[in-house]
């Protein structure tokens, strides 16, 4: 952003930047924007884990770029919530 990128292309370069084109010698790809995380490694198995983590990254996302909070739609809709569990689920499989 320093460098006058435009916003957009900073955003797709943090959330898909490891299916871009090799980036030049100016360009520095965030593709660890979605690995790092604060989950805990320990129960609930290997399903589990993936389903906590791609929950994780949908509310990363959500929050960082869409200022909502989506989470909760995991489990449950809320009639004022502008996404709910069918929306919430497609960005699941996405993640």
């Given at each position: 952003l320093n460098a006058d990128k435009p916003f957009d292309r900073f955003v797709v370069e943090q959330l898909a930047?490891?299916?871009?084109p090799a980036a030049g010698r100016d360009e520095r790809t965030g593709t660890g924007f979605?690995?790092?995380g604060?989950?805990?490694?320990v129960g609930g198995g290997r399903d589990q884990f993936r389903l906590d983590r791609a929950d994780d990254?949908?509310?990363?996302?959500?929050?960082?770029?869409?200022?909502?909070?989506?989470a909760c739609a995991r489990c449950?809709?809320?009639?004022t919530d502008p996404i709910?569990?069918?929306?919430?689920?497609?960005?699941?499989?996405?993640?």
């Open positions: 930047g490891d299916l871009l979605l690995a790092l604060s989950l805990a490694i990254q949908i509310d990363v996302a959500s929050r960082a770029f869409l200022g909502l909070t989506v449950h809709d809320h009639k709910g569990t069918r929306d919430y689920y497609a960005l699941a499989g996405v993640f």
